[in-house]
């Protein structure tokens, strides 16, 4: 039971950007949505956060850099990824935040020269 999809991650060089979309089956303007992201041995970690009315945190190895955004016409939540740095390659996912949901196949996000 899967409810989000991820899509838009790719090669990019280090100070690039890319733009991640999580299209939701469900209703997205209801609930609290969060990017993860988790690089191969290592924890998933979250990296933003958006509330169903708006309000963002971010991670402190990503705040100034990415910015999270909700479309809710469209059913979609954004994570705008900019001057990325190698560090940032991960597989990037969505979810609501908490325990007990599914995680989809994500996105990968690699950054390198």
């Known amino acids: 039971q899967v409810r989000f999809v991820e899509s838009g991650g790719g090669l990019v060089q280090p100070g690039g950007s890319l733009r991640l979309s999580c299209v939701d089956s469900?209703?997205?303007?209801?609930?609290?949505v969060a990017w993860y992201r988790q690089a191969p041995g290592k924890q998933r970690e979250l990296v933003a956060h958006?509330?169903?009315?708006?309000?963002?945190t971010y991670a402190p190895s990503v705040r100034g850099r990415f910015a999270i955004a909700r479309d809710n016409v469209n059913n979609t939540v954004y994570l705008q990824l900019n001057k990325l740095k190698p560090e940032d390659t991960a597989r990037y996912y969505c979810?609501?935040?908490?325990?007990?949901?599914?995680w989809g196949q994500g996105t990968q996000v690699t950054v390198a020269s």
């Open positions: 979810n609501r935040p908490g325990s007990g949901y599914f």
């Open positions: 469900g209703t997205i303007r209801t609930i609290d």
């Open positions: 958006i509330s169903w009315n708006g309000a963002i």
